[in-house]
């Protein structure tokens, strides 16, 4: 049986085009906001368009907080894309007429990219980290990304008995190297859309939905 797979739907800009690549690389896709189905799907893909504070705050609105932390506390997994990546962490410096912490999966704060040119839009290839199970296959290629803030520090570190579980980091560079994608158990994310990736993306796509 194909693995299903919610999109959450928090409002956060067109994903059809998600949808259509999940569903070529062989997930049954459902679109919705129903906690229930979020909750009980094999995966969820949480995107996230524009603004870090807008994206929380349509989080909120359809439970995404919850859903996102009982998935992790179960070990269910989730991926999330670029601003969809980016509320997994403490905060951002974007600015907001109200604030909002993010949901704090991940120590760091989101910042603006250092760049002469912002957004950093467009194709850039990545530094993968190794053992990376998301991005077999597609090492050496390119990937598509469109932003103005990242995570450009990572701090958490699995020392010790730990260490063999430590999170997979892999990194690109625009004015400053940045975050690019984690894996880390249940929870994966990508700055970059893989849904917008050509090949390469639908090939990682594919690498995350076999695992589910």
């Not at 994608?181 to 994310?189: Q, R, W, Y």
Request: aromatic share 8%; hydrophobic share 45%.
């Amino acid at each position: 049986m194909r693995p299903h797979v919610v999109v959450l739907d928090y409002g956060s800009g067109n994903v059809r085009s998600a949808v259509r690549a999940l569903e070529r690389v062989g997930a049954a896709v459902a679109l919705t906001s129903d906690p229930h189905a979020a909750l009980e799907s094999d995966g969820l893909f949480v995107p996230g368009v524009g603004n870090f504070h807008a994206c929380m705050a349509g989080l909120a609105a359809a439970h995404g907080p919850r859903i996102i932390g009982r998935r992790v506390a179960g070990a269910r997994p989730v991926l999330g894309i670029c601003v969809g990546m980016q509320v997994l962490f403490d905060t951002s410096t974007e600015p907001s007429a109200a604030p909002l912490e993010g949901l704090g999966e991940w120590p760091g704060t989101v910042e603006r990219l250092p760049a002469d040119i912002v957004p950093h839009m467009g194709w850039s290839r990545v530094e993968v980290g190794p053992g990376s199970r998301l991005f077999s296959g597609v090492e050496s290629e390119r990937f598509y990304f469109v932003h103005s803030y990242a995570v450009q520090s990572w701090t958490l570190q699995a020392t010790g008995a730990f260490a063999v579980v430590a999170p997979v980091v892999t990194w690109a560079r625009h004015g400053a190297r940045f975050v690019a994608a984690v894996e880390n158990g249940p929870l994966t994310a990508t700055q970059f859309h893989p849904e917008k990736s050509g090949d390469a993306g639908l090939h990682l796509l594919e690498n995350w939905v076999t695992s589910l």
